[in-house]
T-cell receptor
Framework: SQTIHQWPATLVQPVGSPLSLECTVE??????LYWYRQAAGRGLQLLFY??????ISSEVPQNLSASRPQDRQFILSSKKLLLSDSGFYLC??????????FGEGSRLTVL | GENVEQHPSTLSVQEGDSAVIKCTYS??????FPWYKQELGKRPQLIID?????GEKKDQRIAVTLNKTAKHFSLHITETQPEDSAVYFC????????????FGAGTQVVVTP
């Protein structure tokens, strides 16, 4: 069966520091991969999606970037965090248009 | 792009009563409407969905309705229980936009015993 792993689960970082969140999927090949962000008390906003290795599409302009170095690995990064980057980040995957499976999430607090 | 409006933002109900959450959307090409439940600090979980060629779908105590002409859809929870307390999100999807769900802002449902 397919599983998705996301880490770290919790992160507290100072403003201006770098960020790396990692997500891996097991049990499937060539999935579509997604990074969503949820600000406090809000819905989820799609940040990036990827249909294959090295193929990244950004949905909103922001301080973050994403990379897909391997088929089942998706990384969210920042060189310098802003206070507004705080939130709950969710990786997700799908192999069919109508399904989306979320990881456990990473809670980022920028101080 | 799509705009999904969700109401109410908070909903308090007594155990055993019904809860109704309503959403509207703007993109007439949206053709799939899943609902997610998110417990505190957890990931969203799909609880029920409806496709554009269906007007109503029911699964035990949960039902969804869709009015594609009016571009609105609703979630109905009957005989609410404390474990129904969570944030519920309506979402829309165009199946040509693979996996790119558009989320409503969420409804915090609190069921009091």
């Amino acid at each position: 069966s397919q599983t998705i792993h996301q880490w770290p689960a919790t992160l507290v970082q100072p403003v201006g520091s770098p960020l790396s969140l990692e997500c891996t999927v097991e049990g499937t090949s060539n999935p579509n991969l997604y990074w969503y962000r949820q600000a406090a008390g809000r819905g989820l906003q799609l940040l990036f999606y990827s249909v294959g290795i090295g193929q990244i599409s950004s949905e909103v302009p922001q301080n973050l970037s994403a990379s897909r170095p391997q088929d089942r690995q998706f990384i969210l990064s920042s060189k310098k965090l802003l206070l507004s980057d705080s939130g709950f980040y969710l990786c997700a995957w799908s192999v069919r248009p109508e399904e989306l499976f979320f990881g456990e999430g990473s809670r980022l607090t920028v101080l | 792009g799509e705009n999904v409006e969700q109401h109410p933002s908070t909903l308090s109900v007594q155990e055993g009563d019904s809860a109704v959450i309503k959403c509207t959307y703007s993109d007439s090409a949206s053709n799939y409407f899943p609902w997610y439940k998110q417990e505190l600090g957890k990931r969203p979980q799909l609880i029920i969905d409806i496709r554009s060629n269906v007007g109503e779908k029911k699964d035990q105590r949960i039902a969804v309705t869709l009015n594609k002409t009016a571009k609105h859809f609703s979630l109905h929870i009957t005989e609410t229980q404390p474990e129904d307390s969570a944030v519920y999100f309506c979402t829309t999807l165009r199946t040509d936009s693979w996996g790119k769900l558009q989320f409503g802002a969420g409804t915090q449902v609190v069921v009091t015993p």
